[in-house]
Structures are given as C-alpha cells and as structure tokens.
C-alpha cells in the first residue's frame, strides 16, 4: 500500500502561483509513476500532469501546458506541482497518484492506470 497526501491548496489571484506538494509513503521501495488530476464540481476528473519513475520524462495536459510544471525529490518521498499563471479555469480539487510501474520512463495521463490516490486539496483561483 502506498499513501498519498496533498497539501498546497488554497485561494489565489488571477495570473499568481502555488506550489501544490504529495508526500508519499508506504511501499516507496517500488517503482511509481506519479500524476496529478483534477475536478471542478459537475466535471470529470482531469489530467493534469505526469511524471516518470526516474523523474527525467514529464508530460502535460494541453491547458495546463507552459504554466505548471511537475517534479519529484525522492530524498523527500514528495512530488511537486508548481503553478504558475493561474486561471480562474484552474479552480479545481487537485489529486495526486501513483501508478506501479516495471520502467523507469514510463509515465501516463490515464486515470485508470493509477493504483493510489491521494484525498485532495482544493486550489481557488479568483479573477
């Protein structure tokens, strides 16, 4: 089992940043690719973002492209999401996952390859 848990959320302004966090624990020992999602209330859950086992391959969701960006510091067990420009669009709970992997470049933007989710934090975006 592996446990995820987002904190970074909270209210900001059209055009500011957050940085949103998802500490990992549990069976860390095997190989994770990592994802973020979100979901705006009546939608479905997005993909956001995604991330390698080895940290060195990334991939983006088309509107989040050139604004956020996905990272992972394994001394830390923690993968990161820095958002920058932020949309009123944007406002969303954000969730984190991770999808058990056998390499160490694979990565996916699909949700139902992810084993574990994390509860999520909610990011407010105001115009």
């Known amino acids: 089992q592996v446990q995820l848990v987002e904190s970074g959320g909270g209210l900001v302004q059209a055009g500011g940043s957050l940085r949103l966090s998802c500490a990992t624990s549990?069976?860390?020992?095997?190989?994770?690719?990592m994802g973020w999602f979100r979901q705006a209330p009546g939608k479905e859950r997005e993909f956001v973002a995604a991330?390698?086992?080895?940290?060195?391959?990334?991939v983006y969701g088309d509107s989040v492209k050139g604004r956020l960006t996905i990272s992972r510091d394994f001394a830390k067990n923690t993968m990161y999401l820095q958002m920058n420009s932020l949309k009123p669009e944007d406002t969303a709970v954000y969730y984190c996952?991770?999808?058990?992997?056998?390499?160490?470049?694979?990565?996916?933007?699909?949700?139902?390859?992810?084993?574990?989710w994390g509860q999520g934090t909610q990011v407010t975006v105001s115009s």
């Open positions: 549990g069976r860390t020992a095997s190989r994770y690719a």
């Open positions: 991330i390698s086992w080895s940290g060195t391959s990334t």
């Open positions: 996952a991770a999808a058990q992997v056998r390499t160490n470049n694979y990565y996916t933007a699909f949700k139902s390859a992810y084993d574990y």
